[in-house]
T-cell receptor, first 115, second 113 residues
Framework: DGGITQSPKYLFRKEGQNVTLSCEQN?????MYWYRQDPGQGLRLIYY???????QKGDIAEGYSVSREKKESFPLTVTSAQKNPTAFYLC??????????????FGDGTRLSIL | EDQVTQSPEALRLQEGESSSLNCSYT??????LFWYRQDPGKGPEFLFT???AGEEKEKERLKATLTKKESFLHITAPKPEDSATYLC??????????????FGQGTELSVKP
């Protein structure tokens, strides 16, 4: 079955530590996205990538970094510079849009907490 | 500024009690409006896309409608398994080459038997 796989499901970070969240898709989608979800707030865009080896900052990119070396993979690193990393992180992908907007499809998320 | 507001924040229904969820939006040209369902601890699941005012989409007990300023998700005779958070998102036309979405904060629906 095609889909988006995020791992791990739960992750704990120590002070001063960088952690990397994995996102893999086998849908042959061109665009991939990372969102952060906090209680009572809408999803906020961290980074997105439309093609391999290219990515753009979203609305809350500070303290995060990404890479897009392969079409199917878009890992997110939460650096020690992100002072409030506790949240639910969601990865999404979509085909490159033609005339109409295509929906984004989501993985099942990674919950990151501070130790 | 592009913005999406959902109401109510939470809705409690009895099984079989029909109701509607609201999504109000202000964007610089609407390219698409999306409804998602999210279960606790899971990622959002795509439900509908609406592109232009007057458009309607249906799936089982759910029906989504769109006007120039808002969208409604109508739930007819809901069942307990319809309990979830429903998210609305819009894609604006201008300055949006990346297909970015703007999300509302969601409506948490609880349906009691």
């Amino acid at each position: 079955d095609g889909g988006i796989t995020q791992s791990p499901k739960y992750l704990f970070r120590k002070e001063g530590q960088n952690v990397t969240l994995s996102c893999e898709q086998n849908l042959n989608h061109d665009a991939m996205y990372w969102y952060r979800q906090d209680p009572g707030q809408g999803l906020r865009l961290i980074y997105y990538s439309q093609i391999v080896n290219d990515f753009q900052k979203g609305d809350i990119a500070e303290g995060y970094s990404v890479s897009r070396e392969k079409k199917e993979s878009f890992p997110l690193t939460v650096t020690s510079a992100q002072k409030n990393p506790t949240a639910f992180y969601l990865c999404a992908s979509k085909p490159w849009q033609g005339g109409f907007s295509q929906p984004q499809h989501f993985g099942d998320g990674t919950r990151l907490s501070i130790l | 500024e592009d913005q999406v507001t959902q109401s109510p924040e939470a809705l409690r229904l009895q099984e079989g009690e029909s109701s509607s969820l609201n999504c109000s939006y202000t964007v610089s040209g609407l390219r698409g409006l999306f409804w998602y369902r999210q279960d606790p601890g899971k990622g959002p699941e795509f439900l509908f896309t609406l592109y232009s005012a007057g458009e309607e989409k249906e799936k089982e007990r759910l029906k989504a409608t769109l006007t120039k300023k808002e969208s409604f998700l109508h739930i007819t005779a809901p069942k307990p398994e319809d309990s979830a958070t429903y998210l609305c998102a819009v894609q604006a036309n201008q300055n949006n080459q990346g297909g970015k979405l703007i999300f509302g904060q969601g409506t948490e629906l609880s349906v009691k038997p």
